[in-house]
């Protein structure tokens, strides 16, 4: 499966008669871009409910997800999944705690939340996440002082 960018949202053509399809499409881009991912994973998960996101970890696995990109932002619609590419800017949170994550040029980089799992930390490849925040071996976001 590849992904596709999330932006620019498509545009209708003149003459179009669908008009539905381009919508319909555009929904489900700005639901990936506003609502918040369950989880970073590496393996698809066996039963999804319809609008659950994930950011695909390294090394994806599944009959949907293999040969996805680190970093990719996945979400369940209709019984199957759609994947897109992260962008620089791009801010999105995962997981129960609310960690924010916003798109960079070499992944996502960690800014903010109440705890970032270490775990989840190492899947989205966070170690450093820069101006005076550090994340303990207990994985909790601090600042440096």
């Given amino acids: 499966m590849a992904s596709t ?9 003149a003459g179009t008669l669908n008009n539905s399809i381009p919508a319909n499409d555009n929904a489900i ?15 698809q998960p066996e039963s999804p409910e319809d ?3 994930y950011i ?10 293999a ?18 590419n992260p962008f620089v800017g791009w801010i999105k949170t995962i ?24 775990a989840t930390a190492s899947r989205l490849g966070v170690v450093s996440v820069g ?6 071996p207990e994985g909790v976001l601090s600042t440096a002082d």
């Fill in 56 to 65: 695909i970890g390294a090394a994806a696995t599944g009959s949907q997800w």
């Fill in 5 to 13: 960018q999330l932006l620019p949202l498509r545009v209708w053509q």
């Fill in 95 to 118: 997981g129960p705690s609310a960690y924010r994550y916003a798109g960079a040029e070499d992944g996502w980089q960690g800014f903010g939340g109440s705890a970032v799992p270490t």
């Fill in 29 to 43: 881009r700005v639901e990936v871009m506003t609502a918040h991912a369950i989880d970073v994973l590496s393996s």
């Fill in 131 to 136: 101006s005076g925040l550090q994340i303990s």
């Fill in 67 to 84: 040969g996805l990109s680190r970093d990719t932002a996945v979400i369940f619609k209709g019984g199957t999944w759609l994947a897109f």
């Fill in 51 to 53: 609008g659950d996101q």
